[in-house]
């Protein structure tokens, strides 16, 4: 099987599939997707309760989708500023959703080492540099952490153009393809059953259907992220939006003499239009962004229209960091992830209907997805704790647009977050163009 990214290229586990699913039958939790969420979740149902019947089934292999695909950013971000928060549920509740976040990025190193899974964690923190007068105004507005003028940024990371930055200590840099095999192999372990190359072609109350039978389970855990869309019924709870990586070839210490990035920090800037980036442990830079045109219909597949968006992404990385020009790409990958209508995670157990699910991380999901399981377990074995209180528990999505307003505003959204970017680079002011976004999504 080709491997669909450096990650899982690289993660040292077979990726023939698992056995598929062949008869129906029953359990008491089924979970549909053998990402990071559905992993989390059987992960932690099992440790606290070890007789649970838990099944997962996925139609490719675990980590198939953006576990296996991302930036390899494990994180305290969240996708809605805690500003936002502090507005709609309170600032108590923001500080404790950003401590949750926090707790658990060193929960999972924390995890690796205890479960001998080696992701290559290193909590090198994330630095978000400033490149000209609109960014640094932004950053100074909005940043969290400790502040660093343009010296002290490039001390760290020798970029191009740098006014200044933030640097926030609460982010690892990881190999996400052995965390999350690694963590599949954990969780089967304990006593989950994981079906492969076994689609779910129907989540319904107390029954998953498959072509290979129905799984009846008194709890059913959508855990299937931007590819929510592929559920019939489904398609306007979670837009699947395109995030492309690039990997260049490992780089000799002549390179990094120049650029520095010597505790492995991930790596972004202000722009609207996100970049991320990471120093991998083989010496690699791992560069990623948004950008590529989201599909008619909420497709999910296919790679044509890609080149325009990986040549961008090439470019990028050489404009930030000039030391890199030369360097070969070897890797070029991406997938889709979940974006809600007004850009806030869920997690949400509907009790009536035995019905649960967790998604929406708009990226940020390395974090998020541990403690969405974490919590996940919780509602389903009606445990109160303090993870149940947080604000994205039990959030309702308001549904994206039917097409075509869906493919215009999707698409709207990313071209204005583009022209900002110019706008902003041609004048050094702030664009207004982008205060319409978080009007359009808030």
């Not at 954990?186 to 259907?209: D, L, S």
């Amino acid at each position: 099987m080709t491997a669909p990214s450096l990650w899982l290229e690289t993660c040292g586990d077979d990726l023939t599939p698992r056995p598929p699913m062949t008869a129906s039958l029953s359990a008491d939790v089924a979970i549909v997707g053998a990402g990071f969420t559905g992993l989390w979740t059987a992960h932690h149902l099992l440790r606290e309760d070890p007789t649970l019947r838990v099944v997962l089934v996925e139609r490719h292999v675990a980590g198939w989708g953006a576990s296996g695909r991302n930036g390899g950013w494990c994180s305290a971000l969240f996708p809605v500023p805690w500003t936002r928060i502090a507005r709609d549920h309170g600032p108590d509740a923001a500080r404790r959703m950003e401590r949750a976040l926090q707790e658990v990025v060193d929960e999972i190193g924390e995890w690796c080492r205890r479960n001998g899974v080696d992701a290559d964690y290193v909590k090198g923190g994330t630095l978000t540099l400033a490149r000209g007068p609109a960014q640094l105004a932004r950053l100074r507005a909005e940043g969290s952490g400790q502040w660093l003028d343009a010296e002290e940024a490039t001390r760290r990371v020798a970029a191009a153009g740098v006014d200044g930055g933030v640097f926030n200590r609460h982010c690892a840099a990881i190999h996400p393809g052995r965390l999350v095999r690694g963590l599949a192999r954990v969780v089967e372990a304990q006593g989950a059953t994981i079906f492969e190359g076994t689609m779910a072609t129907g989540v319904h109350p107390g029954r998953v259907v498959t072509r290979a039978g129905t799984l009846r389970a008194n709890i059913v855990v959508r855990a299937t992220e931007g590819y929510t869309a592929d559920i019939p019924d489904s398609h306007r709870l979670l837009a699947p939006v395109w995030s492309l990586i690039i990997a260049t070839e490992p780089l000799p210490h002549s390179v990094w003499s120049q650029i520095g990035w010597r505790e492995r920090e991930t790596l972004a800037d202000e722009r609207h239009l996100i970049i991320y980036a990471q120093r991998t442990a083989d010496d690699r830079i791992v560069f990623g962004g948004r950008g590529a045109p989201y599909r008619f219909g909420s497709q999910t597949t296919g790679s044509a229209g890609h080149s325009a968006t990986y040549a961008g992404l090439e470019s990028a990385l050489h404009e930030l960091l000039p030391q890199t020009n030369g360097a070969a790409i070897t890797h070029r990958w991406g997938g889709v992830i979940g974006v809600p209508r007004d850009f806030m995670p869920s997690v949400t157990l509907d009790r009536a209907s035995g019905l649960a699910w967790a998604g929406g991380y708009v990226g940020d999901g390395v974090a998020c997805t541990a403690l969405a399981g974490q919590t996940l377990a919780d509602l389903i074995l009606g445990h109160d704790t303090d993870r149940t209180t947080l604000p994205w528990v039990g959030h309702k999505w308001r549904r994206w647009e039917p097409e075509p307003l869906r493919w215009l505003g999707v698409r709207g959204m990313t071209a204005l977050m583009a022209s900002a970017d110019r706008a902003e680079a041609r004048t050094g002011r702030p664009s207004r163009r982008a205060a319409l976004l978080d009007r359009l999504t808030s």
